[in-house]
């Protein structure tokens, strides 16, 4: 593998709460251009993992590259031009405009005070068009649906033109149309993409590979179809299903059986 295929390396990550250990001493890496899944039962510590990637939390232990470079050695301007977060909670304390939550974006590209450009405002209403959602940059964010809050997460993420999303279960809070709508677009968009995902059957859709994390440790690595087996569910989640290929897809397909079944198969 070429080293400058590599977006991010992540080694011997490690964090903890306190004395109760969140992460321990992971190991994985992302190649420009792919979609990388990060999966596992909740408190498996997936959302821990992205939050030291975008520096919300400062690890305890290992490194971070991003481009070869540290991230402990870069400006939080220059890692924000080259990384952008989407995540699952985009509550905001005031009553923003759409455009304005947009406008957000552009802020790694300006200085302290500077106003905006002529280009600032190309770039938001570029990306609102990206998402569908050109006519409502005068709406209220507050007034917005959950799944056109999300689009409006990804525009400002469109307008910050980064090219590696960090995404922490973007469409968890989502119904089905929304999820698919949303994971549709971030795909269009060619961006590399490393995710959080709570749904298996969505992972095995969308993602090129997959890292399963279960009590902070990495217990799995693959494609979908290597990692997402009915024995490797069973492991990973206490859980029983059936896993075949779907004809209309040609993806992995998890069915769940219900806790009544499971008791009667064993």
Not at 18 to 30: I, N, R, T
């Amino acid at each position: 593998m070429a080293e400058n295929s590599v977006r991010l390396q992540v080694r011997n990550l490690s964090f903890s709460y306190g004395e109760k250990p969140a992460v321990d001493h992971v190991d994985f890496h992302v190649n420009r251009g792919e979609f990388v899944g990060l999966i596992g039962p909740n408190g498996s510590g997936k959302s821990t993992v992205l939050k030291t990637i975008y520096r919300a939390l400062p690890p305890d232990e290992g490194e971070i590259l991003l481009d070869g470079k540290p991230i402990a050695d870069m400006s939080y301007r220059e890692s924000a031009l080259k990384m952008a977060v989407v995540g699952q909670e985009n509550d905001v304390p005031f009553n923003f405009k759409v455009r304005e939550i947009v406008a957000m974006g552009r802020t790694p590209h300006k200085r302290l005070f500077d106003l905006d450009t002529p280009e600032d405002r190309y770039m938001v209403h570029h990306a609102l068009e990206h998402v569908g959602m050109e006519d409502m940059e005068e709406r209220s964010y507050l007034h917005l649906s959950g799944g056109e809050r999300q689009r409006v997460i990804i525009a400002r993420a469109v307008a910050q033109e980064s090219d590696f999303f960090i995404m922490d279960e973007p469409t968890n809070h989502l119904d089905i149309s929304y999820q698919l709508q949303i994971f549709d677009f971030v795909r269009r968009l060619g961006v590399t993409v490393l995710s959080a995902i709570h749904d298996l059957n969505m992972a095995a859709l969308y993602c090129d590979r997959l890292y399963v994390l279960k009590r902070g440790r990495v217990v799995l690595e693959g494609t979908p179809e290597e990692v997402l087996t009915e024995a490797n569910i069973r492991d990973v989640y206490g859980v029983s299903c059936t896993v075949a290929k779907h004809p209309a897809t040609d993806k992995v397909a998890i069915t769940f059986l219900p806790a009544r079944r499971q008791k009667e198969d064993t």
